[in-house]
């Protein structure tokens, strides 16, 4: 009889395995896209006892991408470890960014944050930055400098 060979089991590179599941690309999109606001009910009490229904618009929570991590049972940085070795994860969590940007500049444009949270916010957590712009036109500047010599 002839001998079967037996198949090699492939070796584990090293290291823990990583928790990586693709279903992970369609869950932190899913986890991001809410809709920026909520209609809430506010009962106002008056001093006289009277009380008056009404509602108003308030921001949903807004997301981040740590607890998106640690409702999967992993931390940020294995998120971006990742988007460096998954491309289809790093769209993913590209488009998750857009969605917690837009989320945070439509409840900031509605006034429904603190100007100064927002700004703060925005710079910390999104690609904005404050910027501001300064010319320097050094032609004008010198030529009037040198008027004054002849």
Same mark, same amino acid.
């Given at each position: ?10 070796? +584990? ?89 837009? +989320? ?31 010319? +320097? ?14």
């Amino acid at each position: 009889m002839a001998k079967m060979k037996k198949k090699a089991k492939k070796k +584990h590179a090293g290291g823990r395995p990583s928790k990586y599941k693709k279903e992970y690309c369609e869950m932190i999109v899913v986890y991001f896209d809410i809709e920026p606001t909520k209609e809430v009910e506010v009962v106002t009490t008056f001093k006289n006892g009277t009380t008056r229904e009404s509602s108003e618009e308030r921001p949903n929570h807004l997301k981040f991408l740590n607890k998106f991590a640690r409702s999967i049972g992993v931390c940020h940085d294995t998120l971006i470890e990742w988007t460096k070795r998954h491309p289809e994860f790093s769209e993913a969590y590209t488009h998750a960014k857009e969605l917690q940007k837009e +989320h945070l500049i439509t409840c900031g444009l509605l006034g429904l944050y603190n100007p100064a949270f927002a700004k703060f916010t925005a710079v910390n957590i999104t690609d904005m930055r404050d910027k501001t712009e300064t010319t +320097h036109d050094v032609s004008t500047t010198l030529a009037e400098f040198l008027k004054e010599f002849k």
